[in-house]
């Protein structure tokens, strides 16, 4: 059964940056695109970022330009950089593959607040 856990998240103020880490069980990622996902209070799951096994990258319009994302297959890692963090980015990040695969991880929280 494949796991992803994710790590990195915290409390940032407006304006700041966090940088995301997904570590995935076996070669997942080698197979299949990777993708970052986030879900905020009382709001439905969606996808932020993905990756292809080619490196090709994808962003929501909410994100692109702030948010950048990697993979390390070396590793099994994918990475979320995100900058110029506001507000509206405050949700639980979750990563896995692109569309879904298996169960959700716990996921890391991320607060953007003064």
């Known amino acids: 059964q494949v796991q992803f856990v994710e790590s990195g998240g915290g409390l940032v103020q407006p304006g700041g940056s966090l940088r995301l880490s997904c570590a995935a069980s076996g070669s997942i990622f080698r197979r299949y695109a990777a993708g970052w996902y986030r879900q905020a209070p009382g709001e439905q799951r969606e996808l932020v970022a993905y990756i292809t096994t080619t490196a090709g990258t994808n962003y929501a319009e909410s994100v692109k330009g702030r948010f950048a994302i990697s993979r390390d297959d070396a590793k099994n890692t994918v990475y979320l950089q995100m900058n110029s963090l506001t507000p509206e980015d405050t949700a639980v990040y979750y990563c896995?593959?692109?569309?879904?695969?298996?169960?959700w991880g716990q996921g890391t929280q991320v607060t953007v607040s003064s």
């Open positions: 896995s593959t692109r569309p879904p695969f298996g169960s």
